[in-house]
């Protein structure tokens, strides 16, 4: 498609030059999401957090004209430095929108609305594959206009996000602006108690040695915080390591093996992208019933499983020919695993577990850590299986028990507590040694 799209000279491109613009093309995405991920401290800092989701939508924009008139430019590298710049805002706003929701947030409500973006980010990959169905967009003329259109819902935040207040927690806590703070909660509770929350947000405050942001260096440096750093850094790699990303890349190949015809395969996928909404609203709406550590442990275990299930059925299926299905049904189950909570929950608790000073630092660790995650488990993936053959998802099965055995045993429940009451219960837990007796005592008060 570049030799036919993007010729200079009456020529094309020879192989090499090939394979090195769609790995770039590829791989630049998640360097521009590291990228953005290191600039949420700064930015949320000096322009909030709303002003930061506003002012970064002029990325989109620019990476979305590069995009669009790439091919009338015959330039590739257009494309290239488009997805690179998406990727800046990328790793910018998965980071920004839900620290921002998490603070305006209340309460009782903060693990539903937590969840929303990964919601809309199912809702966007369902969309991308419809419109990319070659009936659709998914002809080769129709593609620069199809990777341009993230302006379009980039535009209509652009029009709506304005209207609404800053995060009052930052205007109080970071601005001191009482009179701001009163504005925005008023916009944002038409009927909870705005007093009883000003006092909340105040005690936290009182609670901070110092109301200046702290720096990542500062925030590792941190021993009153180093469990909720672990715990950080545990669930966001695992994110990455859960073997979502290889799932996804192995998923064609596994729904051919499996007798689906080739031109029906991208039909298939789309009832992929249509489960995850599934599941992705399922833990939405059973979040603040179950509470976090459900939903993440459960989606760790499961995917755990069906990892090792893949496994068992790519090793089998040459003798027991029912075992192609099985591999289709544990695909199904790590994407729903997925969706359910081990994509939405990790930046939920990252806002959780962190006072108003520490919050902006612990996003960009765990922003940047998701990043290089994404990009390593891309990188070396294809190695593995060339490697390790069908056992490679073992290695993915061992990451997820894991992550589902440390948040069992590390990471309380955060449901319906304020963030002055977390870090108490955080310092409780692991200010001493948590012994047997003191870990069951916690379980009968829901802590565990």
């Not at 930015?43 to 995009?67: I, W």
């Not at 929108?97 to 609305?113: C, D, S, W």
Request: include cysteine.
């Amino acid at each position: 498609k570049l030799n036919q799209y993007y010729h200079r000279n009456g020529t094309g491109f020879n192989e090499e030059a090939l394979t090195l613009m769609y790995s770039l093309t590829v791989s630049v995405f998640a360097i521009g999401g590291l990228i953005g991920s290191l600039m949420v401290g700064t930015l949320v800092t000096k322009f909030g957090r709303k002003g930061t989701v506003v002012n970064s939508t002029v990325l989109v924009f620019l990476a979305g004209s590069l995009m669009g008139f790439s091919r009338i430019c015959s330039s590739p590298e257009m494309v290239i430095f488009g997805r690179f710049i998406t990727g800046i805002h990328s790793g910018i706003s998965l980071s920004v929108v839900p620290m921002y929701l998490g603070e305006i947030a209340p309460k009782n409500l903060r693990g539903f609305l937590g969840l929303m973006p990964s919601i809309f980010i199912c809702a966007g990959v369902f969309s991308a594959q419809v419109l990319g169905l070659h009936e659709l967009l998914g002809k080769e003329e129709h593609w620069p206009l199809f990777l341009s259109l993230v302006v379009v819902p980039t535009f209509i935040q652009l029009m709506l996000l304005p209207w609404f207040p800053e995060s009052p927690r930052y205007l109080l806590i970071e601005k001191h602006n009482v009179h701001a703070t009163i504005t925005a909660l008023k916009w944002y509770r038409a009927k909870c108690n705005i007093q009883a929350e000003i006092e909340e947000m105040q005690e936290e405050q009182r609670s901070l040695s110092s109301v200046e942001t702290v720096s990542v260096w500062q925030l590792l440096l941190d021993h009153t915080v180093r469990w909720q750093v672990l715990s950080v850094v545990v669930i966001n790699i695992g994110m990455q390591l859960s073997g979502i990303d290889a799932i996804w890349f192995y998923t064609n190949d596994i729904f051919e093996n499996a007798g689906i015809p080739t031109p029906e395969i991208q039909y298939t996928t789309v009832g992929t992208g249509a489960i995850e909404i599934v599941a992705g609203l399922i833990g939405c709406f059973t979040i603040e019933r179950l509470g976090r550590r459900p939903l993440i442990i459960g989606g760790f275990a499961f995917m755990g499983m069906c990892c090792a299930g893949i496994t068992l059925s790519l090793i089998l299926q040459t003798y027991v020919p029912f075992m192609k299905y099985v591999s289709v049904g544990c695909v199904v189950g790590i994407i729903a695993g997925f969706c359910i909570g081990p994509a939405g929950v990790p930046f939920l608790i990252t806002a959780e577990l962190f006072k108003q000073s520490h919050r902006p630092a612990a996003y960009t660790v765990g922003g940047s850590l998701n990043w290089m995650s994404n990009f390593t488990i891309g990188f070396i993936f294809p190695f593995l299986q060339m490697s390790a053959g069908s056992y490679c998802y073992l290695v993915f099965c061992v990451i997820c028990l894991s992550v589902a055995i440390y948040v069992y045993f590390v990471i309380p429940e955060t449901k319906n507590k304020t963030f002055v009451e977390i870090s108490q219960i955080m310092d409780a837990i692991h200010g001493s040694k948590l012994t047997l007796k003191t870990f069951i005592m916690l379980q009968k008060k829901n802590l565990f």
